[in-house]
T-cell receptor, first 112, second 112 residues
Framework: EAQVTQNPRYLITVTGKKLTVTCSQNMNHEYMSWYRQDPGLGLRQIYYSMNVEVTDKGDVPEGYKVSRKEKRNFPLILESPSPNQTSLYFC???????????FGDGTRLSIL | GENVEQHPSTLSVQEGDSAVIKCTYSDSASNYFPWYKQELGKRPQLIIDIRSNVGEKKDQRIAVTLNKTAKHFSLHITETQPEDSAVYFC???????????FGTGTRLLVSP
């Protein structure tokens, strides 16, 4: 089954404790993105990647890092999480830039 | 960069009525406009999209119209049903900048 898999689905952690949210897709898509969803603000792009070893900032990249060492994986790293990063995060992949975005099930992060 | 405004933020209709959600975009170079539906607790999923070389596209009860001159596009849902209740997001993509920018979402409630 074609899918985008995120882990964990839920995480409660404390300020400053490094965490990684994994994202994996099995559709051989080149384009992958991370979004955060906040009430009243919609979906805002954090980082995107057009292919292996090619990443670029989205609209709200501060406080986040990503890597794309393999085509299927695109982890999101919060080196020193802060409470303002409490949000619902979605990973997405697509075949090319203007392709249909396939979203994962989301990761709800709470930073205390 | 691109900016997408979406209205209304909430929309309540009776079952069987029509619903219209409107979006405006700022970058005239944007050329791909998808609409996503997000049911409560679920991931966003594409329901319809339109490219800039087309003025209108229809899929059963759902249609999207695009006015490139005015830089706005709309989602039309006819004969609404309770299962249409969800949050709907519009988005605009400038393939040159490879970034998909989402609107802030419209919560549609269809009452039986």
């Amino acid at each position: 089954e074609a899918q985008v898999t995120q882990n964990p689905r839920y995480l409660i952690t404390v300020t400053g404790k490094k965490l990684t949210v994994t994202c994996s897709q099995n559709m051989n898509h080149e384009y992958m993105s991370w979004y955060r969803q906040d009430p009243g603000l919609g979906l805002r792009q954090i980082y995107y990647s057009m292919n292996v070893e090619v990443t670029d900032k989205g609209d709200v990249p501060e406080g986040y890092k990503v890597s794309r060492k393999e085509k299927r994986n695109f982890p999101l790293i919060l080196e020193s999480p802060s409470p303002n990063q409490t949000s619902l995060y979605f990973c997405a992949s697509s075949l090319g830039r203007a392709g249909i975005q396939h979203f994962g099930d989301g990761t709800r992060l709470s930073i205390l | 960069g691109e900016n997408v405004e979406q209205h209304p933020s909430t929309l309540s209709v009776q079952e069987g009525d029509s619903a219209v959600i409107k979006c405006t975009y700022s970058d005239s170079a944007s050329n791909y406009f998808p609409w996503y539906k997000q049911e409560l607790g679920k991931r966003p999923q594409l329901i319809i999209d339109i490219r800039s070389n087309v003025g209108e596209k229809k899929d059963q009860r759902i249609a999207v119209t695009l006015n490139k001159t005015a830089k706005h596009f709309s989602l039309h849902i006819t004969e609404t049903q309770p299962e249409d209740s969800a949050v709907y997001f519009c988005a605009a993509l400038n393939t040159g900048f490879q970034k998909l920018v989402f609107g802030t979402g419209t919560r549609l409630l269809v009452s039986p």
